[in-house]
């Protein structure tokens, strides 16, 4: 078990995490008995074999997910035992999500897409302008903020997806394989992006198959059949 | 989440599958045009008969023989029938407190002939108050002459499709026509009356009182319009009548009498009534689209199960989710109604423009009744879906598992 980089403090900490997914008549154990820290600014990479549970943590890293036992807290905040509301709250307010096929909706622009987590959290429309102008040109992405997604490459696609996922200014980024998708130079740009990110203070996780992806990372973590089998530290 | 984003959003979400939301526009907007068109048909009618009753004259009585109300007695036995409404009854009327001036009436129905020519019509047997009672007006000539009213001379007024259906162009007036075994002289021809309470005027004959006694052989009236000397006397002029009659048949309440408020009231009430259910129907098609919006939903949540897990990754909670969906169903919804509400008013307007003697008017209710329905569907109908989407499993959802 490594410990956080001393002197930061924890923002994630996992104990005893267990998850089991009843398929049929049989029960999957995604995760049995995982123990976690996380400290603030970590950039850690979660590899491990398909079906070893590393999509798994991270739904409940991200809070989209409840264990079947074990505790999560999150900034200090016990999370297993919130509410649907608060844990809605808690991704809206702390958590920036990438996935592997970018979940942008089709029918809005980049910048609209950019804007949806302020407008569901209520922000006004002009902060909202502000703010979403900001987090595209961050990406370099302001020549294509009124395209839609259909009209960008798997490299913008994803980087929008980034400026998406930030514009909330969470402290914690959770990305499943973000380059699945990607041919390695728009690989190679989005996790710059994300190291960028890294780099001003967020927290990063990233789940990758790529071994030369994951050796880039501060820590790796490697998962075996629904445990932390490696842990190490650079 | 603001409610103008909220809408926005809906509407963003509808355009982006047109074809179905097209439809069940239409579906919406034909179901609030029927319960406007269906109300304004019914009100339309009403408004109709309340102008004829107008038409008529506002403070006329009516006396029928026989009795309406049934008092619970044994059902009259063989020679126990009504006493027949005679003229000489309607002669002492005339003498009634109130009454201003009466028309009896005597109908059937004759040949009438005129060279080779001949049709079969109603005949009416009145007197020439008739012509000022039911407010007409002649085209050519004289109406019956004054006098006796159990005199029977042989003269007749013609309607005017009967008149220029026995002379065609030839001068009718002053003419012969043979009604039964009689010949009548023709004196007039009635005034192009238009409908009047279904029944037109135009193709009858119009004969004294007591030559249609003797056509038809019967010494009873059909019945006697009585026109009372204003608004007011109404009641005391009932009264009177009902009181002469008595007297007259040896105590018997033998007849009945109808003002012309009391049928006006009873004819409003039944088209009221038909209105509402006209209307009602309407409503059902309007809910039926309801079912359609629900559909659209389903199948929008189903197609979208991504994005509502996208939305709960990016923190809406399921109050939130389900207003996302329900906005979409009241959109749906209210953009239908809307789209109707034109459709019907067009409607209207076109149709009143067209034809000129009956017009389509909207109940101030109509519109509101359907924007309500509507609503009130898309709300009803929108809730299940929206449930099921707000409830999705944020990973199941992204995952499409
Ligand atoms: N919703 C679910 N229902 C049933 N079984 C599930 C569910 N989610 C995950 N599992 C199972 O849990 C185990 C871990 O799955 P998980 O998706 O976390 O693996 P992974 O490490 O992300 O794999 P990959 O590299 O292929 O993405 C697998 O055996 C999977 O079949
Ligand atoms: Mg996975």
Redesign the interface.
């Given at each position: 078990m490594v410990q956080p980089a001393s002197g930061e403090s924890a923002v994630i900490e996992l104990t005893g995490i267990e998850r089991r997914f009843q398929v049929g008549d049989q029960v999957v154990a995604a995760l049995r008995g995982v123990d976690l820290t996380l400290g603030d600014g970590d950039y850690a990479a979660v590899m491990g074999p398909s079906g070893s549970g590393k999509?798994t943590l991270l739904?409940i890293l991200?809070l989209?997910?409840r264990p079947d036992a074990g505790t999560y807290a999150l900034g200090g905040v016990e999370t297993t035992s919130l509410n649907?509301?608060r844990r809605?709250?808690?991704?809206?307010?702390r958590i920036g999500?990438i996935?592997q096929s970018f979940?942008l909706?089709?029918?809005?622009t980049a910048a609209g897409n950019v804007e949806?987590?302020l407008?569901?959290?209520?922000v006004a429309p002009k902060e909202r302008r502000e703010r979403v102008a900001a987090a595209l040109d961050a990406l370099g992405l302001t020549p294509r903020a009124h395209h839609r997604p259909d009209q960008l490459s798997g490299g913008q696609r994803q980087r929008v997806a980034i400026a998406?996922a930030t514009v909330?200014a969470p402290e914690l980024i959770l990305a499943d394989e973000p380059t699945g998708n990607l041919d390695r130079a728009s690989g190679e740009e989005v996790i710059r992006a994300l190291e960028g990110l890294n780099a001003r203070g967020l927290t990063l996780i990233l789940v990758t198959h790529d071994p030369v992806l994951g050796g880039r990372a501060r820590r790796r973590i490697r998962m075996a059949d629904g445990a932390v089998a490696e842990d190490l530290c650079a | 989440?603001?409610l103008r984003?909220t809408l926005g959003?809906a509407f963003?979400?509808l355009?982006?599958h047109s074809a179905r939301t097209w439809l069940t526009l239409l579906a919406v907007g034909l179901g609030t045009a029927a319960v406007v068109l269906l109300s304004a048909l019914g009100e339309g009618a009403r408004a109709y008969v309340e102008d004829e009753f107008t038409q008529l004259g506002t403070h006329l009585l009516i006396v029928f023989p026989g009795r309406n109300e049934t008092t619970g007695g044994p059902p009259p036995l063989l020679g126990e029938t009504a006493r027949d409404l005679t003229l000489d009854d309607a002669l002492a009327l005339t003498r009634a407190r109130g009454v201003a001036r009466l028309a009896p009436l005597s109908v059937g129905q004759a040949k009438v002939s005129a060279g080779s020519r001949e049709r079969e019509v109603n005949i009416i047997g009145t007197t020439a108050d008739f012509l000022g009672v039911r407010h007409l007006s002649m085209a050519q000539g004289q109406f019956l002459p004054p006098g006796d009213p159990t005199r029977g001379h042989a003269v007749v007024v013609l309607g005017k499709t009967l008149a220029s259906e026995l002379f065609g162009h030839h001068q009718a007036v002053g003419g012969w026509v043979r009604i039964g075994e009689r010949r009548f002289r023709v004196t007039g021809i009635l005034a192009d009356t238009g409908q009047s309470l279904g029944d037109t005027l135009d193709d009858l004959a119009i004969i004294p009182v007591a030559s249609a006694q003797a056509l038809f052989n019967s010494p009873g009236l059909f019945r006697i319009l009585v026109e009372a000397r204003g608004r007011s006397a109404l009641p005391g002029a009932e009264a009177a009548i009902k009181d002469l009659i008595r007297a007259r048949h040896e105590g018997e309440d033998d007849v009945t009498v109808i003002t012309q408020d009391a049928m006006l009231a009873t004819f409003d009430k039944i088209l009221k009534a038909l209105t509402l259910a006209v209307a009602g129907i309407g409503a059902i098609s309007l809910a039926v689209a309801g079912v359609l919006i629900m559909n659209v939903m389903l199948v929008s949540v189903s197609q979208r199960t991504?994005?509502v897990?996208?939305?709960?990754?990016?923190?809406?909670?399921?109050?939130?989710v389900a207003a996302l969906f329900i906005a979409e169903a009241l959109l749906l919804a209210g953009a239908g109604t809307l789209a109707g509400l034109g459709l019907a008013l067009g409607a209207v307007q076109g149709f009143n423009g067209i034809f000129t003697s009956f017009q389509l008017v909207i109940p101030a209710w109509a519109p509101i009744a359907a924007v309500a329905v509507s609503l009130g569907s898309g709300l009803v109908f929108g809730l299940a879906p929206a449930l099921r989407a707000a409830r999705l499993d944020?990973?199941v959802a992204?995952?499409g598992r």
């Open positions: 999509s739904n991200g989209l997910d649907e509301e809605a709250r808690l991704r809206r307010e999500f996935f979940h909706i089709p029918r809005l949806l987590p407008t569901l959290a209520g998406r909330m | 989440m603001r984003d959003f963003q979400a355009g982006s991504a994005e897990g996208l939305l709960k990754a990016l923190g809406a909670a399921q109050g939130q944020p990973v992204l995952t």
